[in-house]
């Protein structure tokens, strides 16, 4: 097995809560974090406890969450389920993440029995292809040596998607350009259906947050505090993970420490699956 499948199987077990009781679930955590659990693996998670509650034939159509504390990649996380409300058309669900007995995470997220009605969208942006651009970590590791010895292994290590971004800029401080990022990503392997919006939330906070850091020339390894204080997704089209899909990322605004980025996430073929919203700390150190 490669390691890129490997890496997405992990993940893809993360996925797979544990139920402990009713309405309550348990998760864990990657392997290697020392620091504070990523934040898309608790948005996966919260999203999938939820979906464990939901009669299979409702589909998540948006979630709206709060980033409240780290998260110890120690210990496992609990997930608490609220039923808010089952209508005759809609339902809602409200989870809480529960770490050393204090909430890390909360998140509401709605779902919809499936309807036809109008339909429109904003058109993909006008991108090279995946098939003429690099894979990111292979130009990391072609050119490890040029990378800070701190980070050489972060950032050269399999991923569970192979990443193609039109420009890859060098981590820490680099030179500045508008807010604006397009990345092609796909799974190094098959996902089921059933996990595939929650492993679209886990990836949809990798790269959001720089993109607010591109105009001031800097990234999330210069020497700043970052952190996601809030992420929002709607899901528009169901979700295949077995081509390309590119992520256009753009950040309208930053101010008071914080940069306010929005995500959309199209097939190859421009049909958008899904827009992402977040605000997240960029607080300069010293």
Not at 194 to 220: E, M, N, R, Y
Not at 223 to 247: C, E, G, K, T
Request: with cysteine.
């Amino acid at each position: 097995m490669d390691d890129g499948k490997k890496s997405l199987e992990q993940v893809l077990g993360l996925l797979d809560l544990e139920l402990i009781e009713q309405d309550i679930f348990r998760g864990q955590s990657s392997e290697g974090r020392v620091q504070r659990v990523f934040g898309g693996q608790v948005a996966g998670q919260a999203l999938m406890a939820a979906i464990r509650t939901i009669d299979p034939s409702r589909i998540c159509h948006s979630l709206h969450a709060y980033f409240l504390r780290p998260g110890d990649p120690r210990v496992p996380i609990l997930y608490e389920v609220d039923r808010s409300r089952d209508g005759h058309s809609f339902s809602a669900r409200r989870v809480v993440a529960i770490q050393h007995g204090k909430q890390i995470f909360n998140l509401a997220c709605s779902f919809q029995v499936p309807e036809s009605g109008f339909t429109h969208q904003f058109p993909m942006p006008d991108v090279p292809p995946p098939e003429a651009l690099e894979d990111e970590i292979e130009v990391r590791r072609r050119t490890a040596d040029q990378l800070p010895e701190a980070l050489r292994e972060w950032l050269t290590r399999p991923r569970p998607f192979e990443a193609r971004p039109v420009i890859i800029d060098p981590p820490g401080d680099r030179p500045a350009r508008p807010p604006f990022d397009n990345v092609w990503f796909r799974a190094c392997g098959p996902v089921p259906d059933a996990l595939a919006q929650p492993l679209l939330a886990f990836v949809s906070d990798a790269t959001l947050l720089s993109t607010s850091l591109l105009p001031h020339g800097k990234s999330i390894f210069s020497n700043l505090q970052v952190a996601s204080l809030d992420h929002a997704m709607w899901f528009h089209h169901p979700i295949r993970f077995d081509d390309w899909l590119l992520y256009a990322q753009d950040s309208p605004s930053a101010s008071g420490a914080r940069g306010f980025n929005r995500g959309a996430i199209f097939r190859r073929d421009g049909t958008l699956i899904a827009s992402v919203a977040q605000e997240g700390l960029i607080r300069p150190r010293g």
